[in-house]
């Protein structure tokens, strides 16, 4: 028996049979296996889900929704209770799981299920991407199976994919494609990624910091490094811990980052009031930061992504490098939030350096848009997925 | 380097409206004594960038993203707010090919929208004319006659046999019973094992006649309903509380379905044998032939499942 012809059996509503449908279902051995049932099942499901683009993020996950837009934009926090008999359930995700965090009873644990952009716990990020799929369908009767997009940093191994892939599948996701989280931030950030011409895009987000080259749906260079808004908070701990022997929590370390952090010295002086606990004393004690100080803090880790920054234009073809050096290098990603940091990398590269619109969205909105024109432009963007 | 410092008057005619975007920055550059070159520099932009984002030269300026930043570098320099600006820049025809692209995705959500209705409404219409047909097929024909349905009938056979008894026979059986009602009034006690209906006294009338014939078409009726009883083997299911009961004839067709109530009654017709479920035994009297079937036997757990067959033994 032809095996072709399976898809339009399995198909009986017309529904879209995409490449990778026909690959799979040629490589099975038999006609009507449980896992073509399944298919079946969340494909009528998927007619009452709408394509998602998620970006699965160390600090936070952005949920990107044709026609509707962002339409979720929650830590990357899950909080964990113990039962009586060993037995684990989901206690809260996200905004409220984030509230949680540090701040937790012996039974309840509030963690980070990713970490440097790529999964640390599988388990608790597939519930994580559950309860995100569900929160944006819940006025949906019928359990959603969505197709869905998801942006993986350029830096991620072919385990860690798979493993992301595995993840949103195992949350119900009926197709999932992957796509390089820089070429989703240009396309989000609006850049020329058709065009044969280079554009610069480099994406500060919690856990790494992407930098790459696109010209003509491709990404002709592509680099991470793991520094992103964690290292900044971890280097404002230590900075604390050192210059004023007190302990800050995570939380509070993230908004001193927020309130006065800033990559270029020049600007206004701002301070604020932070409460952490004295180690010599062990009491809480209060002590007053200023933005100065925050900007040596910052130091180190800011240095690690010029340096990446620089290693692009070092590495990339002249013709793309006079492109980018004409027009300038794009931020997008958190990080791109940190005062002055366009400033920075200014005087660092000597090139015009630009914050994208709305950069924390920037990566989500990217892959929503590589979602809706993917029948127009094939799989060139996707082409990664396997 | 003077030409830009002091605008000649050909500029301001190039200009566009006063308010424009590439005015007001220009406007400010100059009252801070800047020129193109000097900005550009401090942009790290081609003076021909600054050129263009004064003239509001959209050919010759990038993306809308580049030129977003480069008006907020450009006015935060020359100590503007930024915003208004960058959005009178984002509001002038260099936006039309983001949104085109953003009508296509929306047209595409519009298809998807009407395909996942049309596809709904389907579904919703099969799902009506599987719930028809299920009604159809759960509805039993029953074929029952209820106990007003069975009365009627059964008078109607008695008048059908009144009539076919010859007009001798029917004067003879007359005075048979005048002489029965003349021996009650004279005290005589009726016979032991006589119809009771027939020893029950009668109301004295005036006319013998028409209470002869008012009371003969009962017994007839008794004696020929018994006799169609007989001969058929009718089947009488009574019930004395509520109870689920599934009768089925040889055809498999439902002779009873569903859950009867107190004070039900029914005469099963349709082909031996019967098949019986009665879910509440204890509550039912089944009678074949006018006698009541001991159901203890066939019962279990006060359910019990037995066929009758025409007979009307127990299988």
């Known amino acids: 028996m032809d095996r072709g012809c399976v898809p339009v059996l399995c198909n009986p509503i017309g529904l879209a049979v995409w490449p990778s449908d026909l690959w799979e279902v040629q490589h099975n051995s038999r006609f009507f296996s449980q896992g073509d049932c399944l298919m079946f099942l969340r494909r ?22 044709r026609g509707q837009g962002i339409v979720l934009n929650e830590p990357s926090v899950v909080a964990i209770r113990q039962g009586p008999g060993g037995s684990k359930s989901v206690a809260a995700v996200g905004n409220e799981a984030k509230q949680m965090l540090g701040r937790t009873p012996q039974n309840i644990t509030a963690i980070r299920p990713l970490k440097d952009g790529v999964i640390a716990d599988f388990t608790v990020t597939e519930k ?6 569900h929160k944006v369908h819940e006025s949906r009767i ?45 396309i989000g950030a609006g850049l020329p990624v058709d065009e044969a011409r280079g554009s610069m895009v480099l994406d500060v987000g919690g856990g790494t910091s992407e930098v790459a080259i696109t010209s003509l749906n491709g990404i002709v260079y592509s680099n991470s490094v793991r520094i ?34 800033s990559a270029y010295p020049g600007g206004e002086m701002r301070e604020i009031e932070v409460m952490g606990r004295n180690l010599a004393e062990g009491v809480p004690r209060s002590f007053t930061l200023n933005s100065n100080e925050i900007l040596e803090a910052l130091q180190e880790p800011l240095s690690g992504i010029i340096e990446a920054v620089k290693t692009a234009l070092e590495q990339i073809p002249p013709e793309l490098g006079a492109d980018v050096a004409e027009r300038g290098i794009v931020v997008t990603g958190g990080g791109a939030l940190l005062a002055d940091i366009d400033r920075l990398l200014e005087e660092e590269t000597g090139l015009p350096v ?14 929503g848009h590589a979602l809706e024109t993917t029948n127009e432009r094939s799989l060139d963007l996707l082409a990664m997925t396997e | 380097m003077s030409t830009y410092l002091i605008p000649s008057r050909e500029d301001d005619t190039t200009m566009g409206p006063v308010d424009s975007p590439g005015r007001r920055l220009r406007i400010a550059r100059q009252s801070r004594g800047l020129t193109q070159e000097r900005v550009a520099q401090e942009l790290h932009l081609h003076p021909t960038m600054i050129e263009a984002l004064e003239h509001e030269d959209y050919k010759s300026l990038p993306e809308p993203v580049f030129v977003a930043g480069y008006v907020r570098k450009y006015a935060r320099l020359v100590g503007l707010a930024p915003e208004p600006l960058v959005a009178a820049y984002g509001a002038a025809p260099a936006r039309v090919r983001t949104d085109t692209a953003v009508r296509a995705g929306h047209r595409r959500t519009g298809v998807s929208h009407l395909t996942v209705g049309l596809v709904g409404l389907g579904i919703l219409l099969l799902v009506g004319v599987l719930t028809f047909l299920w ?9 029952l006659e209820t106990t007003a349905a069975a009365e009627v009938g059964r008078e109607a056979a008695v008048s059908d046999m009144l009539d076919k008894i010859p007009e001798p026979e029917l004067s003879a059986f007359l005075t048979d019973l005048e002489d029965l009602l003349a021996d009650q009034e004279t005290g005589q006690s009726p016979e032991p094992g006589s119809d009771p209906e027939t020893a029950q006294p009668q109301p ?36 004395n509380g509520p109870c689920w009961a599934d009768v089925r004839d040889s055809e498999q067709k439902h002779k009873l379905f569903g859950k009867m109530e107190k004070g039900d009654h029914y005469v099963l017709e349709g082909k031996p044998p019967h098949a019986f479920i009665l879910g509440n035994a204890a509550a039912v009297q089944v009678t074949v032939r006018g006698k009541p079937l001991d159901l203890s036997t066939v ?17």
């Open chain 1, 44 to 65: 009528i499901r998927g007619i009452f889900s709408n394509d998602l683009s998620i970006d699965l993020g160390t600090a936070n996950t952005l949920i990107y929704t």
């Open chain 1, 128 to 133: 994580m991407l559950q309860f995100f799929i």
């Open chain 1, 142 to 186: 019928i359990r959603p199976s969505p197709r869905v997009l998801i942006c993986v940093p350029c830096g991620s191994t072919q385990v860690e994919r798979r493993a992301i892939k595995e993840s949103a599948a195992g949350a119900g996701a009926r197709e999932v494609f992957l796509i390089e989280e820089p070429m989703a931030a240009a």
């Open chain 1, 228 to 261: 992103g808004g964690d290292r900044f908070d971890d280097a404002i701990t230590a900075y604390v811990r050192r210059n004023y022997g007190a302990l800050i929590g995570e939380v509070t370390a993230e908004h001193i980052k927020y309130e006065i952090g």
């Open chain 1, 354 to 367: 630009l914050i994208a619109d709305d950069p924390l969205t920037c990566v989500a909105r990217g892959g």
């Open chain 2, 135 to 143: 009604r159809q097929y759960q509805r039993p024909d029953l074929g």
């Open chain 2, 204 to 239: 004295p009338t005036t006319d013998g006649t028409t209470a002869a014939v008012g009371t003969q078409p009962t017994g007839v009726a008794q004696d020929t309903a018994a006799t169609i009883a007989g001969k058929s083997g009718a089947i009488e299911v009574s019930f």
């Open chain 2, 299 to 315: 019962s279990r757990g006060n359910v019990a499942r037995f066929t009758l067959d025409a007979d009307g033994r127990i299988r």
